[in-house]
């Protein structure tokens, strides 16, 4: 099989609005709705566990809480959980985005840090770094959410929800948003989840059989060698074919 010509045609398929809707949910169909960073961001965090239970849980949330007093945010989202995340939880996400966008945006924090050395890891700690300065809260549900600062990339968490944050972004087609214009879609990492993992062990793109941060470099690198400037193209497609069990 030529794997390369197999996942061609799979991308080809799968570019269309038709694929997300609300038969065939992702995070990202609400996303769509809004448009807006901060609220994909959310999206993109809460985006764990069973696909309908997660765009069940983002159709119950008021984005609008992002421009209201910490107060209001509170008592808004006081009764809404959603697996590791307690109400307190949440609260703070809500309430340390609308800090944040006081004074700056999640883009420009992005930027700042990634311009550097064109290190999307590095602008995704910055991101981390501060929205937890902007509204200091622990818990072990908040830090799961947040995700912690990659120091390294060998036995370390994929960052699998903030690369797809990125994905949708960065990347402009009939699936992602392309609202960020400043990074290089080439400088993206896969966000590597089980179905990505599995899927692309079993096709011979992946030889790394520890799951972590590592193991997404590896697998871009791999599919950089079928498009080296737009390597994420095949994120949806390698996804679908895990998740509908298609090989």
């Given at each position: 099989m030529d794997i390369k010509k197999r996942l061609d045609a799979e991308v080809a398929k799968r570019n269309t609005q038709n694929e997300i809707n609300e038969n065939n949910p992702d995070?990202?169909?609400v996303a769509h709705k809004y448009r807006n960073p901060a609220v994909s961001l959310?999206?993109?965090?809460?985006a764990y566990g069973n696909v309908n239970q997660i765009v069940k849980f983002?159709?119950?949330l008021d984005f609008s809480l992002l421009n209201e007093d910490d107060t209001v945010i509170e008592n808004a989202l006081k009764n809404h959980y959603y697996r590791f995340q307690t109400a307190a939880d949440i609260s703070a996400l809500f309430i340390a985005l609308k800090r944040l966008h006081v004074n700056q945006t999640l883009e420009e924090i992005f930027q700042n840090a990634y311009d550097?050395?064109?290190s999307v890891i590095e602008g995704i700690n910055a991101l981390?770094?501060?929205?937890?300065s902007l509204y200091v809260h622990h818990s072990r549900g908040y830090t799961f959410l947040l995700s912690k600062v990659s120091t390294k990339t060998k036995g370390t968490g994929a960052l699998k929800r903030w690369m797809m944050f990125l994905r949708w972004m960065v990347r402009d087609d009939n699936i992602?948003?392309?609202?960020?214009k400043g990074i290089d879609k080439a400088d993206l990492i896969m966000p590597l989840d089980t179905h990505t993992f599995n899927v692309s062990r079993r096709l011979g793109l992946l030889k790394r059989k520890?799951?972590?941060l590592q193991a997404a470099i590896e697998l871009t690198n791999k599919l950089k060698t079928f498009d080296a400037t737009d390597p994420l193209k095949y994120d949806f497609a390698l996804y679908r074919l895990g998740q509908e069990k298609l090989l």
């Open positions: 995070p990202i169909l959310i999206c993109a965090l809460f983002l159709h119950s550097e050395n064109k981390i770094q501060r929205l937890n992602d948003m392309g609202l960020w520890t799951y972590d």
